[in-house]
C-alpha cells in the first residue's frame, strides 16, 4: 500500500483479502463436495468447537479493554448470541451430537489437535494484549462468513444425508447474526483506520486472523486427510485423539 485510501477502496482492499479465507482451504473444498469422511467430519466438528467456545472469551476480552459505552453495548450483543440459553455454543453441541458425538467429548475438548489449540489460544491472547479497536476489527473475517454457512447448509443435506438436520442450526443461526457483526466492525475499522499506518496495520491484523483459520485446517488435513496427527509415527502417542466414528 502506498497511499491513504478513501473508505470505499480501503473497504474493497479488506473484501479482497476474502480469496485468503478458509473457504478456499483443500480441506473445506472435500468437505463441501461431499468427500469427507464420517471421521473427516467429526474431527472438524470436534476441533472447531474449540473455536467456538473461544469467542466469547475473545469478545469478553475486547470489552474488559474500555471501548466506548456504545461498542461496549454492541458487542455486549456478540457475547449473548454464543453464550446465551440456545445460542451459539449450545447450536454447535447439538451439530456435535448430529454428527455422532458425545457432548462430554465436545466439552472435554479430548479431540482438539495442539496446532489448533495453539492458534485459537493465540487469537484470544491477541485479543487481550491488544488496542481494543484492533482486537475488534480482527473479527472482519466474518466478512466472508455468510457464504461459507450457505455453503454448508446447501450442500450438507445432500452430500452428508446421515447428520440430522437440527444440527444445523448453528450455520442458519449465524448467517444474519454475522451480516449484523459486519457493519458494526467494518464501519468502525472504516472510520478508525484512517492513515496509511494505521491501514496497512489493520490488513496486517485481518492477515492474522485468516491465518490462524487456515492453520486450523492445515491441522485437520494433516491429520484427518492425510492420516498423520501428531505422534502419529511414535506408538500409543495418538490414541487419545483418536475419534471412533458411531
Not at 456478540?78 to 448430529?98: C, K
Not at 475499522?189 to 486472523?209: G, P, S, Y
Request: glycine fraction near 4%; aromatic fraction near 12%.
Amino acid at each position: 500500500m502506498s497511499k491513504v485510501l478513501n473508505k470505499n477502496d480501503f473497504e474493497l482492499k479488506l473484501r479482497d483479502m476474502g480469496r485468503m479465507y478458509h473457504i478456499h482451504h483443500p480441506f473445506h473444498i472435500r468437505m463441501y463436495q461431499g468427500e469427507c469422511s464420517k471421521e473427516e467430519i467429526q474431527g472438524w466438528v470436534a476441533n472447531r468447537f474449540y473455536y467456538q467456545t473461544a469467542i466469547p472469551i475473545k469478545d469478553a476480552a475486547i470489552m474488559s479493554n474500555n471501548p466506548p459505552l456504545e461498542d461496549r453495548r454492541k458487542w455486549i450483543d456478540r457475547i449473548i448470541d454464543h453464550d446465551s440459553v440456545g445460542g451459539g455454543i449450545e447450536a454447535w453441541l447439538e451439530l456435535g451430537e448430529a454428527v455422532g458425538l458425545k457432548k462430554e467429548d465436545l466439552l472435554s475438548h479430548k479431540f482438539v489437535l495442539p496446532a489448533v489449540k495453539f492458534a485459537v489460544d493465540a487469537y484470544v491472547n491477541f485479543a487481550k494484549q491488544s488496542p481494543w479497536k484492533e482486537a475488534a476489527m480482527s473479527s472482519l473475517t466474518e466478512m466472508f462468513a455468510p457464504q461459507i454457512h450457505q455453503q454448508r447448509l446447501d450442500t450438507w443435506p445432500k452430500n452428508y444425508p446421515w447428520i440430522e438436520q437440527k444440527g444445523l442450526r448453528y450455520f442458519q443461526k449465524r448467517l444474519s447474526e454475522a451480516r449484523r457483526d459486519v457493519q458494526h466492525g467494518l464501519s468502525l475499522t472504516l472510520e478508525e483506520f484512517n492513515t496509511l499506518q494505521l491501514q496497512e496495520r489493520a490488513c496486517e491484523i485481518l492477515q492474522f486472523k485468516l491465518d490462524i483459520l487456515w492453520t486450523i485446517c492445515d491441522a485437520l488435513y494433516l491429520a484427518y486427510e492425510l492420516k498423520r496427527p501428531p505422534y502419529f509415527n511414535i506408538k500409543d502417542c495418538h490414541a487419545q485423539r483418536k475419534i471412533t466414528s458411531n
